[in-house]
Nanobody, 126 residues
Framework: QVRLAESGGGSVQPGGSLRLSCDAS????????MGWFRQAPGKEREGVAA????????YVADSVKGRFTISQDTAKNTAYLQMNSLKPEDTAMYYC???????????????????WGQGTQVTVSS
């Protein structure tokens, strides 16, 4: 049974930082693609970052490039999203996703992933 559990969300002031974690279980972590998405009220789900867990190659959306970094600890079966210089427009529910048993041609799209976590809220305000 595949399970993804996010943690690390919270409320910060503009310019602050947070690190989100996604603990994965129930499948072979090293052979998959993991992504981070976010969704603000009234907006579509947006792909923020992704990492191919086997080779470690990454994708980061232009909207967060230079501020967000995706990484992983394969020994812990955990993916991370380090978020720096946070802005009010980064406020959203953040979701971890995993593509298990399928090829991922476009890590930016939600349809590439077949397992999702419950999400963790990130709020950036002064």
């Amino acid at each position: 049974q595949v399970r993804l559990a996010e943690s690390g969300g919270g409320s910060v002031q503009p310019g602050g930082s947070l690190r989100l974690s996604c603990d994965a279980s129930g499948y072979t972590y090293s052979r998959k693609c993991m992504g981070w998405f976010r969704q603000a009220p009234g907006k579509e789900r947006e792909g923020v970052a992704a990492i191919y867990t086997g080779g470690g190659s990454t994708y980061v959306a232009d909207s967060v490039k230079g501020r967000f970094t995706i990484s992983q600890d394969t020994a812990k079966n955990t993916a991370y999203l380090q978020m720096n210089s946070l802005k009010p427009e980064d406020t959203a529910m953040y979701y971890c996703a995993a593509a298990v048993g399928r090829l991922v041609s476009d890590p930016r799209t939600a349809s590439s992933y077949n397992y999702w976590g419950q999400g963790t809220q990130v709020t950036v305000s002064s």
